[in-house]
């Protein structure tokens, strides 16, 4: 995702390609011609119609697993619309599933939406508690019902990530983030196999792993450990250094806006201040890349002002901009309270 200054100074050729705008009026024209004997719009109102629903994200709606993994906006736009769908699902927070199970939920909205998927967010979803969770149409712990309350998942601990009981919001999240960021999930897989200090330097760049880690004493050896019994880490600046590299590489490929990568950073440095590593494992990233990362089409509010900070609401907004005008809350407060005495006293001198 590009800032608004970035994508102004984009070549034409280079914005159509960003925005995947052959594409949509390629996909226009072809529902036009196939368009039913009764729909009696022109080319123009055919094409304004379908334009506004893509703008809407209402386009991947009844469209099969290939068109809604076509280009990030669609795959952002199948994430808010998969959450629309599940969101009948009583008490989220602490229900628990199975993969298989997962997957036909998720075939009610998309009837062929890969397995696969479902099955690699799995891998690292957070597994159920038996003492908290419960099935889905249930309200009752199931692992109170099978006596197991005191194994980590109440029962199927041990048992491979597609046949144990997983959290339902660790495994939404993180099939969402395996299917927008599917590109970027091959790049960090392939990072992790690697120690960093194998990794090569970028052309034009001084600085290598090993240098990287060299500017960082507390973390260096964490970082390019020998002790293969522990895992792999990776510093969150080369981490973050090497995504933004491949997003310049993947074309077509869904990336996360600058906010995103300096929010990956930033609590590194809060770690790292508590006493703990600026670096990361390969669950670490994922866990966290997950969080940050825009999935849906719901933006945080400060990627769409340009990276700067901006509250969550348009009321909290608009309460930031009178305390920078000097306002305060409890300035507010009076100002309201005298207005209303004034109305009251107007209506009252009208009587």
Not at 128 to 136: E, K, P, S, T
Not at 305 to 310: E, N, P, R, S
């Amino acid at each position: 995702m590009l800032s608004v200054d970035r994508l102004g100074s984009l070549p034409a050729k280079q914005y159509f390609e960003h925005f995947s705008i052959e594409f949509y009026l390629q996909d226009a024209i072809c529902l036009f011609l196939a368009r039913k004997r009764s729909d009696v719009r022109t080319a123009p109102e055919f094409l304004g119609a379908y334009l506004d629903s893509v703008l809407r994200g209402e386009h991947v709606m009844r469209r099969g697993f290939k068109y809604s993994n076509s280009t990030p906006l669609n795959r952002r736009a199948f994430v808010r619309l998969l959450r629309q769908g599940l969101q009948g699902i009583p008490n989220p927070e602490s229900t628990a599933l199975t993969a298989h199970d997962f997957h036909d939920l998720v075939a009610h909205v998309c009837g062929d939406f890969p397995l696969a998927i479902v099955l690699e967010a799995a891998r690292h979803a957070k597994r159920a508690d038996g003492g908290v969770h419960h099935l889905v149409g249930e309200t009752n712990p199931f692992g109170s019902a099978r006596g197991s309350t005191d194994e980590p998942t109440g029962t199927g601990s041990s048992l491979p990530a597609s046949n144990a009981l997983l959290q339902f919001e660790s495994l939404l999240r993180l099939v969402e983030f395996c299917f927008v960021y599917s590109e970027l999930l091959g790049v960090l897989k392939h990072m992790f196999q690697e120690k960093p200090s194998m990794w090569p330097p970028r052309s034009g760049s001084t600085s290598s792993a090993t240098a990287l880690a060299e500017e960082d004493k507390g973390d260096a050896h964490s970082a390019t450990s020998e002790n293969t019994g522990e895992p792999l880490r990776w510093l969150r600046l080369l981490l973050v250094k090497e995504l933004r590299f491949y997003g310049s590489t993947l074309a077509g490929a869904a990336m996360p806006s600058e906010r995103a990568l300096v929010r990956l950073l930033r609590h590194g440095t809060r770690v790292q201040s508590s006493g703990g590593y600026a670096s990361v494992t390969f669950q670490e990233a994922l866990a966290e890349m997950a969080e940050h990362f825009e999935l849906s089409l719901e933006l945080h509010r400060q990627d769409l002002f340009g990276g700067m900070l901006q509250p969550a609401t348009d009321e909290a907004y608009r309460a930031q901009r009178l305390a920078a005008a000097g306002y305060i809350s409890a300035e507010l407060q009076r100002n309201s309270s005298r207005r209303r005495d004034r109305s009251s006293q107007k209506v009252k001198g009208k009587a």
